[in-house]
C-alpha cells in the first residue's frame, strides 16, 4: 500500500505522524509524498485557529482529488472537535480522536535532531485555548517508559532531543513523578548529546530545573517559555497561572546563572480588552525583559472557549496592528541577541540536508549557522566562532 501523510499545527502532531509512517514502513507499506497518488492518506489536523482549520479542510480534498478511491485517516484537534462535519466530507473514511495516539511518539525524518512526545492533554483551561478540549487532560508515560523511548532514540543514532508536550513541565502529575526527575535521568542516557525542553509554563520553570539546565550535561541554555500577554489584567483574563513579575523573576534566573541562554516567549496580540494603552505597555514591558525572540500569535475566537463569550472583543485590523508591531520588536530582539553572540565560540551540531553546497546547524543556544557542506560533519558537534559570515539571519 502507498500511505502518505500531511500534518498541521504542533511540533507533537509532527512527532505523532512519524511514528505512523515509521509503523506503516516497518508493515511493508511505501511511504509517498502527500502531492502522489497514495491508497492511503492520513491527516493530521490542528485547531489552534480558523486559518489551520481552513488548512484541514483544504487537505482533505485535495487527498481526495488525487485518488478518488484512496482511504483518508483524519486526526488530531481538528478531527476531534468537529467529528461530524469532517465525516460527511468526500473520501474521509474514518476519524480518529487523540485518545488513540499514543503517549510517547518522536519525528524520525532527521538523523541528528528530533522531537520527541514525553506528554500530552492539559488541565489549565486558559480561556482562549481549545487544545484541553481537543487534546483532553495531561497524561505521560511513566518515567521508566519514557527513559526505555530516550534509550531507543539514541539507538537510531540521533544527537539532539527536543522534549515536546502540550504543558510539558507538567510530566509524570498523575503518576507521582516529577519533570525534573526526568530531566536527571535522561541527562544520564548514553549517545543523546544535546536535550531542549520545547516549552514550559512560567510557574512550573522552577528555580530547581533553572539550576539543573545551568550544569547538566546535555541539557542547551535555550528556553521557551509562553509569556501571552504583557499585563497582569489581560493573563488575569486569560486566566494564566502567574504574574508579569514572576515572568521577570524566571528570566532574570536563567541569565544570571547563563548569560547567553536563548529565551523565546509566545505572546498573543488582540485578546480581549486589552486597550491600546495596555498594549503600549505591555510591549515596553516585552522590550525591557531578556528576550531572544518572540512567537507571535492573533487572538482567534476559538469555539467552545470561555473567552468566545467575553465582551471587549479587539477589532480585527486592530489585532493585526498589535500582531506587526510584536512581530518588528520580535525582530529587533533577534537581531540584538544575535549581536551579542557575534564573536564568540558556540558548539553548533551540523546536519545533514545539503542547502546547495552548504550545510547548516544549530548553537547550543539556538543560533543558525551555515558552512560548505562536509559529509563527514554530519551530526557531529563542532566549536565555530560566530560571525555575520556564517550566521543565518533568521
Ligand atoms: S497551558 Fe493554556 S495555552 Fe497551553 S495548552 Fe494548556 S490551556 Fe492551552
Known amino acids: 500500500m502507498r500511505v502518505a501523510a500531511h500534518t498541521l499545527g504542533c511540533k507533537l502532531n509532527f512527532a505523532e505522524t512519524s511514528d505512523l509512517l515509521r509503523r506503516y514502513a516497518q508493515e511493508g507499506n511505501t511511504i509517498v509524498d502527500f502531492r502522489d497518488e497514495a491508497d492511503l492518506y492520513l491527516i493530521n489536523t490542528c485547531t489552534v485557529t480558523a486559518v489551520a482549520e481552513k488548512k484541514c479542510r483544504a487537505a482533505i480534498r485535495q487527498a481526495h482529488r488525487q485518488n478518488a478511491a484512496a482511504q483518508i485517516i483524519?486526526?488530531?484537534?481538528?478531527?476531534?472537535?468537529?467529528?461530524?462535519?469532517?465525516?460527511?466530507?468526500?473520501?474521509?473514511?474514518?476519524?480518529?480522536?487523540?485518545?488513540?495516539?499514543?503517549?510517547?511518539?518522536?519525528?524520525?525524518?532527521?538523523?541528528?535532531?528530533?522531537?520527541?512526545?514525553?506528554?500530552?492533554?492539559?488541565?489549565?483551561?486558559?480561556?482562549?485555548?481549545?487544545?484541553?478540549?481537543?487534546?483532553?487532560?495531561?497524561?505521560?508515560?511513566?518515567?521508566?517508559?519514557?527513559?526505555?523511548?530516550?534509550?531507543?532514540?539514541?539507538?537510531?543514532?540521533?544527537?539532539?532531543?527536543?522534549?515536546?508536550?502540550?504543558?510539558?513541565?507538567?510530566?509524570?502529575?498523575?503518576?507521582?513523578?516529577?519533570?525534573?526527575?526526568?530531566?536527571?535521568?535522561?541527562?544520564?542516557?548514553?549517545?543523546?548529546?544535546?536535550?531542549?525542553?520545547?516549552?514550559?509554563?512560567?510557574?512550573?520553570?522552577?528555580?530547581?530545573?533553572?539550576?539543573?539546565?545551568?550544569?547538566?550535561?546535555?541539557?542547551?541554555?535555550?528556553?521557551?517559555?509562553?509569556?501571552?500577554?504583557?499585563?497582569?489584567?489581560?493573563?488575569?483574563?486569560?486566566?494564566?497561572?502567574?504574574?508579569?513579575?514572576?515572568?521577570?523573576?524566571?528570566?532574570?534566573?536563567?541569565?544570571?546563572?547563563?548569560?547567553?541562554?536563548?529565551?523565546?516567549?509566545?505572546?498573543?496580540?488582540?485578546?480581549?480588552?486589552?486597550?491600546?494603552?495596555?498594549?503600549?505597555?505591555?510591549?515596553?514591558?516585552?522590550?525591557?525583559?531578556?528576550l531572544s525572540y518572540l512567537h507571535v500569535f492573533t487572538y482567534s475566537d476559538r469555539p467552545g472557549t470561555a473567552a468566545l463569550r467575553m465582551d471587549e472583543k479587539i477589532p480585527v485590523p486592530v489585532r493585526h496592528e498589535h500582531t506587526a508591531r510584536l512581530l518588528e520588536l520580535s525582530a529587533k530582539k533577534h537581531r540584538q541577541f544575535a549581536d551579542s553572540q557575534l564573536g564568540l565560540r558556540r558548539p553548533v551540531l551540523w546536519e545533514h540536508t545539503d542547502h546547495d553546497g552548504r550545510m547548516a546547524g544549530w548553537t547550543d543556544n539556538y543560533l543558525r549557522i551555515m558552512r560548505p557542506y562536509d559529509e563527514g560533519l554530519v551530526g557531529t558537534i563542532e566549536e565555530v566562532v560566530i560571525s555575520p559570515d556564517n550566521l543565518v539571519d533568521e
Not at 473520501?91 to 488513540?100: F, I
Not at 541569565?255 to 529565551?263: E, Q, V
Request: hydrophobic content about 40%; aromatic content about 8%; charged content about 25%.
Open 74 to 290: 483524519v486526526m488530531g484537534c481538528f478531527a476531534q472537535r468537529a467529528d461530524d462535519e469532517i465525516r460527511r466530507m468526500a473520501g474521509v473514511s474514518e476519524v480518529w480522536g487523540n485518545d488513540r495516539k499514543g503517549l510517547l511518539a518522536h519525528s524520525g525524518d532527521e538523523r541528528t535532531r528530533t522531537f520527541f512526545k514525553i506528554q500530552d492533554g492539559c488541565d489549565y483551561f486558559c480561556t482562549y485555548c481549545a487544545i484541553p478540549y481537543a487534546r483532553g487532560r495531561s497524561r505521560s508515560a511513566s518515567l521508566e517508559e519514557t527513559l526505555c523511548a530516550a534509550r531507543r532514540i539514541a539507538a537510531e543514532g540521533t544527537k539532539e532531543v527536543i522534549l515536546t508536550g502540550v504543558n510539558t513541565g507538567t510530566f509524570g502529575q498523575g503518576n507521582g513523578e516529577q519533570f525534573l526527575d526526568l530531566l536527571r535521568r535522561l541527562d544520564d542516557v548514553e549517545g543523546i548529546l544535546r536535550y531542549r525542553i520545547s516549552s514550559i509554563e512560567p510557574n512550573l520553570l522552577t528555580d530547581d530545573i533553572i539550576r539543573f539546565v545551568a550544569t547538566s550535561r546535555a541539557f542547551l541554555p535555550h528556553f521557551h517559555i509562553p509569556l501571552q500577554a504583557g499585563s497582569d489584567h489581560v493573563l488575569q483574563m486569560m486566566h494564566r497561572r502567574y504574574s508579569t513579575a514572576l515572568y521577570r523573576d524566571k528570566l532574570e534566573a536563567i541569565k544570571s546563572l547563563m548569560p547567553d541562554a536563548c529565551i523565546a516567549a509566545d505572546i498573543m496580540a488582540g485578546f480581549n480588552g486589552e486597550s491600546e494603552e495596555e498594549f503600549d505597555k505591555a510591549l515596553a514591558f516585552v522590550d525591557s525583559l531578556p
